[in-house]
């Protein structure tokens, strides 16, 4: 790792939260700094949920509007920061595709099922590395159940939209999603 | 330890906003009435919010960070010119080889001797662009002579019979002003008449109906942009 980069993910997050504090405060140096602290995860995750790179850079550039408008509601005690960042990109690449779906060229379960990367040197510095449960039980649930859990998440889609996708009946579709919930929530209680 | 016999996931089913209609409505309210509900809304999020580390990074373009620093410096952000800012694509990116030669040319001309001569002192010095293109289009040179406040360019754009090219100029406010229509042998002088320019103002090219756009802003893709600068 570069010697002038954060050495911990502690110190990675508070500089994140600080910088993040500082924004909420009008400082456009700080607000700089988040963007170049965050900008590649949240690029990312537009891309990501946008399935294209111009709608992409258009929500981002959304996003960190929000972010500048926003930044003094952020509550250092509650959430992780990195969090709530990409809380409000998922919020608004979803919003875009809702907004535009003859636009979102690729479908929705296909940008939920790419192949998972290895984490970057960002991420395992800004996500809290002992919360990585979900993965593991997500792992162990049916692929159905796990693709339609993704898709929910990355999409924004709700039962009666994934029902409709995957052309089964609205009852089927909840009683997957709800076994496949209540198997995660026994994995992540167990493992606690 | 959950039961199996309670499989009611809503704390779940909210977090992933699975619900719609009526049961979003009442896991809405319950969330307002039930803190323990609502804690337990807030840890699936958290979980679920992992899923975030997965998504690979991708570096957005370097323009992009100057478009949002400008847009919060313009004013907070606000609803109008983020909307309009985001109508324009930057095709940044270092000047090409093809794009610099047609600067010189595009310089040798603007600087042809001038019918009178000026005096030295209230010499201005032009300013120059060069309007890197996306895919498929010839790089673009522009000058705007402020002695004489006219914009020359120099580059074609392949075109259909039915369109135009348009030049628009976007100053702080982001907000685009039609300068005029391109020429079609390449070489275009257009005279600015209430329209500020100065350095820092993005010039682009868009493709319109024959005529410009039949609205204020642009209608068709834009296919080359670029920043004015001194030199």
């Known amino acids: 790792m570069a010697s002038d980069a954060p050495s911990s993910p502690d110190e990675a997050r508070r500089a994140l939260v600080e910088a993040l504090v500082a924004t909420g405060e009008q400082d456009r140096a700080a607000f700089l700094r988040v963007y170049r602290m965050t900008a590649a995860k949240l690029f990312g995750v537009c891309l990501r949920i946008c399935g294209d790179r111009t709608a992409a850079e258009d929500v981002l550039q959304d996003v960190y509007a929000l972010v500048w408008k926003r930044a003094s509601g952020f509550e250092p005690g509650r959430a992780s920061p990195i969090t709530w960042l990409a809380t409000i990109a998922r919020n608004r690449a979803i919003d875009w595709r809702r907004a535009n779906p003859h636009r979102a060229t690729t479908d929705v379960e296909d940008v939920a099922d790419l192949p998972e990367p290895s984490p970057s040197a960002c991420d395992t510095l800004l996500f809290d590395e002992t919360d990585r449960r979900l993965h593991l039980c997500l792992d162990a649930l049916q692929d159905t159940q796990r693709e339609m859990i993704r898709a929910a998440f990355f999409g924004g889609l709700t039962y009666a939209e994934l029902a409709e996708r995957r052309a089964v009946p609205l009852g089927t579709m909840k009683s997957w999603i709800r076994r496949g919930l209540l198997r995660l929530r026994e994995c992540l209680d167990d493992d606690a | ?231």
């Open chain 2, 1 to 231: 330890m959950t039961t199996p016999d309670d499989p009611d996931m809503t704390a779940a089913e909210v977090a992933l906003g699975l619900l719609d209609g009526e049961a979003r409505a009442a896991a809405h309210r319950r969330l307002l009435a039930d803190p323990a509900f609502a804690r337990e809304v807030a840890h699936w999020r958290a979980h679920f919010a992992t899923l975030f580390a997965e998504v690979p990074e991708v570096v957005p373009p370097a323009y992009l960070e100057h478009r949002i620093a400008a847009a919060v410096a313009a004013g907070g952000g606000d609803r109008a010119s983020v909307h309009a800012l985001r109508r324009w694509r930057w095709f940044g990116g270092g000047m090409s080889a093809v794009a610099a030669a047609l600067l010189v040319l595009v310089l040798t001309r603007a600087t042809e001797p001038p019918a009178a001569v000026r005096p030295p002192s209230r010499t201005v010095v032009p300013m120059v662009a060069t309007l890197a293109p996306g895919a498929g289009v010839a790089p673009f040179a522009a000058v705007y002579d402020q002695s004489t406040g006219q914009v020359r360019t120099l580059g074609r754009v392949a075109l259909p019979r039915d369109r135009d090219a348009e030049l628009w100029a976007i100053g702080q406010d982001g907000v685009p002003r039609a300068l005029g229509l391109l020429t079609r042998d390449g070489k275009t002088r257009i005279v600015v008449r209430g329209i500020r320019i100065e350095p820092g103002t993005t010039l682009a090219i868009s493709i319109e109906p024959l005529g410009g756009s039949p609205r204020a802003l642009p209608t068709g893709p834009v296919v080359a942009t670029g920043q004015l600068d001194r030199i």
